[in-house]
């Protein structure tokens, strides 16, 4: 494939979550995807060691998921949900069910993991009213959590720098749990560290401060990755589904990285045996292939909301334009189908040991002080540089896509994520190549 010249007017598109000026004056662009690879526009194959942004687990420009979509848009290119349905909606409702935890079966489709985050905080609280319990509003989140970029996301959501300018208008009655990283009790665990199941007590610390009868729901991402791949200590979230359950609290989890096969089963819930009232989805719920995302919400949180409502009267004043679009629910329903007929589910479970001997290999290379893993997500964690904290990450991130590896970079933090049908050589060579880029890296 031939590259095109790489675009002289950079300035119109505002970027999101980017250092606008630096990236421009340097920029990294890509032009086309296929499986494991993106080519730059200079001509240059990259290896995704992060699926994308955590969201393409089946790889890049699936025939069969592009082949759904595009018959999808010459046959049906957009219909309303809105008092209106077309059957694909349908479908696609049904096999995302499938995949979810026993009774978490009843789907609410958005289009982003933000999306479904604020879809699920406002299901919490119709619940809560339905049931006659319209005090019950407060909302927790958890230190460093991420839960996207809404005002609700944001509120529930425990990283500084995404509330600090919006800090006056963030959602009233949130508290937030304290975070689970503690390097110096779980440095270079492999899988679940041993410490730390004592941090979800804070839940009824906090629960006694606002009375449970004020507190709508709890929510947790149940590995925490934007912040840097935090894995949950053993027995952490059992302990939050207790405490949640004692008090008649929701319990969401957002699994818009953790759903679709990245711990090696359809969800993190799954995963631990544990299970929530409502889950959030978005990324790989179709491949990223077109914006997407649901919530899953328990047939008794469902039932209670859409049974309260007089006959022929909306049930839930909510919803998107584009909920269910019919491109993006055709390419949801290729793709479950996809990742079912090639395994991929079991497939990241078969390769995370060798992933994670791959990664925790990094123990003794330069600047590391922290490696942790779980599935098909790890986290290396650099030594910051003095008085420029992200740089060293930085550094390495743009090396490492020099050398054709895609990776990701939050604080000094390196995320791996890959698409999984990577291989074990793949796996390999990204590694190999962010050690050979830390010996570098000043
Ligand atoms: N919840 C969680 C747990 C997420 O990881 C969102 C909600 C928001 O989804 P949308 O689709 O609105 O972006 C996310 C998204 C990163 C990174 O750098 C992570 C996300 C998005 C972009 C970058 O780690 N997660
Ligand atoms: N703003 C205006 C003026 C609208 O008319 C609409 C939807 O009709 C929206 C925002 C919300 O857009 P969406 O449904 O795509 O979230």
Redesign the pocket.
């Known amino acids: 494939m031939t590259s095109r010249p790489v675009i002289d007017d950079l300035s119109s598109f505002w970027m999101p979550?980017t250092a606008n000026r630096q990236f421009k004056a340097a920029p990294r662009l890509l032009e086309s995807a296929k499986g494991m690879y993106y080519r730059s526009t200079d001509g240059r194959e990259v290896l995704d060691g992060c699926a994308g942004?955590?969201c393409v687990n089946a790889g890049h420009s699936r025939d069969e998921i592009v082949a759904a979509i595009t018959q999808q848009l010459s046959t049906l290119d957009f219909a309303p949900t809105f008092q209106m349905g077309h059957p694909l909606a349908f479908e696609a409702a049904t096999k995302v069910a499938e995949l979810m935890p026993a009774g978490l079966d009843r789907i609410f489709f958005t289009n982003?993991?933000?999306?479904?985050?604020d879809t699920a905080l406002k299901i919490a609280l119709a619940y809560h009213r339905s049931r006659g319990e319209a005090q019950r509003t407060r909302l927790i989140g958890r230190e460093r959590g991420?839960?996207?970029?809404g005002f609700g996301?944001i509120s529930v959501g425990g990283i500084a720098p995404n509330r600090k300018t919006f800090s006056g208008a963030l959602l009233p009655s949130v508290d937030h749990l304290p975070h689970t990283h503690s390097l110096e009790h779980n440095a270079f665990s492999k899988g679940q560290p041993a410490w730390g199941a004592h941090l979800a007590e804070e839940l009824e610390r906090i629960v006694t401060l606002h009375d449970a009868s004020t507190i709508a729901a709890v929510i947790v991402?149940p590995v925490a990755?934007?912040t840097g791949v935090l894995i949950p200590p053993q027995g952490y979230l059992q302990k939050l589904r207790e405490i949640c359950t004692k008090h008649g609290i929701l319990l969401i989890f957002?699994e818009?990285?953790t759903g679709f096969g990245r711990l090696g089963k359809a969800t993190a819930s799954e995963y631990f045996g544990v299970t929530p009232d409502l889950i959030?989805m978005?990324?790989a719920i179709n491949n990223a292939s077109i914006p997407m995302?649901a919530v899953a919400a328990s047939r008794t949180i469902h039932d209670t909301v859409v049974n309260s409502g007089a006959q022929g009267a909306i049930e839930l004043f909510h919803g998107y334009t584009y909920s269910a679009h019919p491109a993006a629910a055709a390419a949801a329903v290729a793709t479950l189908d996809l990742y079912r007929r090639e395994g991929l589910f079991e497939r990241a479970a078969s390769l995370a040991p060798t992933f994670e001997a791959a990664a925790h290999s990094l123990r003794d290379a330069k600047h590391v002080k922290d490696v942790r893993n779980l599935g098909m997500v790890a986290g290396i964690e650099l030594e910051s540089r003095d008085g420029a904290p992200g740089a060293r990450a930085y550094e390495a991130f743009v090396k490492c896509f020099e050398a054709g590896v895609l990776v990701?970079f939050?604080g000094d933090i390196l995320?791996f994520s890959p698409p999984l049908i990577i291989n074990e050589e793949q796996i390999a060579h990204i590694f190999k190549t962010v050690r050979d880029v830390l010996a570098t890296v000043q």
């Open positions: 979550f942004l955590w982003s993991g933000s999306e479904s985050v991420y839960h996207g970029v996301g991402e990755g934007s957002d818009v990285i959030t978005a990324k995302g990701r939050t995320a």
